[in-house]
């Protein structure tokens, strides 16, 4: 059964780091495209970063703050976050995408507030 769980949210003052983990079942997520996206209230779900074989790509708003990474071992995806700011605050979704297959977890709350 194909699973994708994230956690590693919360609640976190302006500048602080927090590190989500991705962890996938039922398939490799090496062969696959593996994405973070984020939706605030109110917003669509946008791209914050993929990793693509060796590639890594960022949305503009993350480049220099965020950092995605993939554990091929404990087959796992990572998205550290570094300097982190109130419009960070989202919902995190970890997303596989392969071809015309694609997986999506359930999600993690980031908040970042005093």
């Known amino acids: 059964q194909v699973q994708l769980v994230e956690s590693g949210g919360g609640l976190v003052q302006p500048g602080g780091s927090l590190r989500l983990s991705c962890a996938a079942s039922g398939f490799t997520v090496s062969s696959y495209v593996m994405s973070w996206y984020r939706q605030g209230v109110g917003q669509e779900r946008g791209l914050v970063a993929s990793i693509i074989r060796d590639e890594l790509n960022y949305a503009d708003s993350v480049k220099g703050r965020f950092t995605i990474s993939r554990d091929n071992d404990k087959n796992t995806v990572y998205l550290q976050m570094d300097s982190l700011k109130p419009e960070d605050t989202a919902l995190y979704y970890c997303?596989?995408?392969?071809?015309?297959?694609?997986?999506w977890g359930q999600g993690t709350q980031v908040t970042v507030s005093l």
């Open positions: 997303k596989a995408t392969r071809l015309f297959t694609e997986y």
